[in-house]
């Protein structure tokens, strides 16, 4: 298996178009793994407390429109 400093060599020897896609790359996995986080607590209710607290301020007026 990998480590993190074999994958930090490999990346500085990227030539800056393969780098570039790397990036690319990396924004769609990292936002997946985000999304993927958030749903997992989402099932489990670690976001009820914040659910209900920003339901209660906008119920209160503390809220806009974007």
Same mark, same amino acid.
């Given at each position: 298996?990998?480590? @993190?400093?074999?994958?930090?060599? #490999?990346? /500085?020897?990227? +030539?800056?178009?393969?780098?570039?896609?790397?990036? !690319?790359?990396?924004?769609?996995?990292? @936002?997946?793994?985000?999304?993927? #986080?958030? /749903?997992?607590? +989402?099932?489990?209710?670690?976001?009820?407390?914040? !659910?209900?607290?920003?339901?209660?301020?906008?119920?209160?007026?503390?809220?806009?429109?974007?």
């Amino acid at each position: 298996m990998l480590t @993190a400093e074999d994958i930090e060599k #490999a990346v /500085e020897q990227l +030539a800056p178009r393969e780098l570039a896609r790397l990036r !690319a790359w990396f924004e769609v996995f990292d @936002a997946r793994q985000f999304d993927a #986080a958030i /749903e997992r607590g +989402a099932r489990v209710g670690k976001l009820d407390a914040h !659910a209900a607290e920003a339901i209660s301020a906008h119920r209160a007026g503390l809220s806009r429109e974007f």
